[in-house]
């Protein structure tokens, strides 16, 4: 029994490979938890066994969070595409009719011409009886021709001007096409991640699992003594902008609620579904993504961080959570998880930034 169900657990390994826990257990940010028991010599699967589960587990559910933020980037340049699709569609419908309202006016200026009878103007002059009356109507010619030149022009202009929209709608659809694609390519990659750490877990056994559990809790806090340990937050005491203190009113609401990748609310939230949404509600309106997060918003130094800044964490910018002071963090950690609070030195930080710098 242990020897096949300790291979079972490690053939299960070796088939998975990619992504991270993005966060501890609920409620184990602070105090230590008790050490992991020792595994009796009758169990299936040693702490070292789970240890490796564990670190696959990471691995899976950190790759599930990187193509998350692929699904989102897609979604939300999905909507800027189709937004300009639908501008792009009226500025045709527009220039269509101004089109055929100024090949009208051209036929109807035309047929004057025709009407005319088309002399020159000296046989006009030698013909009429009132010398004034002809210059005055010469002056007049003269202006409608330089309002047909006028006319000529504009709708040339608007043509061109519908073959431009035409393009710009071609290239738009063709990007929106290609951003399908991505956003179904990460989905993919999505569900066979996840699926592949369910059937790692689904392996255990339930005092397994909660050994598993016990494991990631310790690391947790090891990782979070350690942090505090190095004096990180001696210099930390920014206070709360008026924005940020509703930031992060707003999250504290959403403690409990599911984690769900892609999802912003209002019953789940990935983890930058929280943190747009938690900013949204205080006026501020900040990328989708963890990793557009990290690059567009402001850049703060550790010390110099207030509660409603974002952490961002891995080298890959593909998690972030709300900072609430005090060296604690609310997040939307993982597949399983729900929105929590944690240590904010739980995982590795990349660096912090601030949406209404």
């Known amino acids: 029994m242990g020897t096949g169900k300790r291979g079972l657990i490690a053939a299960a390994v070796t088939v998975v490979c990619a992504v991270t826990v993005l966060g501890a257990a609920p409620g184990v940010a602070f105090a230590a938890p008790s050490p992991s028991p020792t595994p009796s010599s009758s169990a299936a699967v040693s702490n070292k066994d789970l240890e490796v589960v564990r670190e696959k587990l990471d691995e899976l559910y950190h790759d599930a969070a990187v193509a998350t933020d692929e699904y989102n980037a897609a979604e939300e340049a999905a909507e800027k595409q189709s937004a300009e699709i639908v501008s792009l569609a009226k500025r045709i419908v527009e220039g269509q009719e101004k089109l055929a309202e100024l090949k009208k006016r051209a036929g109807a200026a035309a047929a004057a ?89 689904s392996q255990l056994e339930k005092e397994e699992r909660e050994r598993l559990a016990k494991l990631e809790e310790e690391a947790a806090h090891k990782a979070q003594s350690d942090w505090l340990d190095s004096g990180i937050l001696d210099d930390v005491k920014g206070e709360a902008s008026e924005s940020g203190r509703k930031a992060v009113e707003y999250a504290t609401k959403q403690l409990g609620k599911q984690y769900e990748w892609g999802a912003e609310g209002p019953r789940t939230y990935d983890c930058s579904g929280l943190t747009s949404q938690a900013w949204a509600s205080a006026g501020q ?15 703060i130094d550790i010390e110099d961080m207030r509660p409603g800044d974002l952490i961002i964490y891995n080298d890959d910018a593909s998690h972030v959570a709300l900072y609430v002071g005090d060296g604690a963090i609310i997040h939307a950690p993982r597949p399983g998880r729900t929105v929590t609070v944690a240590g904010a030195g739980s995982m590795r930080i990349l660096g912090v930034v601030r949406p209404d710098a």
Request: glycine residues 8%.
């Open 285 to 299: 309106g900040i990328p989708r993504t963890s990793q557009e997060q990290w690059k567009q918003l402001r850049r």
């Open 113 to 201: 011409q025709y009407r005319s009878g088309g002399l020159p103007d000296e046989a006009r002059l030698m013909l009429s009886d009132d010398p004034q009356t002809f210059l005055d109507g010469a002056r007049r010619v003269l202006q409608g021709e330089r309002a047909a030149k006028g006319l000529l022009g504009e709708m040339t202009r608007t043509q061109q001007d519908l073959e431009q929209y035409a393009k710009d709608a071609s290239a738009q659809w063709q990007k929106l096409e290609a951003g399908r694609k991505a956003k179904a390519t990460a989905q993919k990659r999505i569900e066979k991640r996840i699926k592949a750490a369910e059937q790692l877990e």
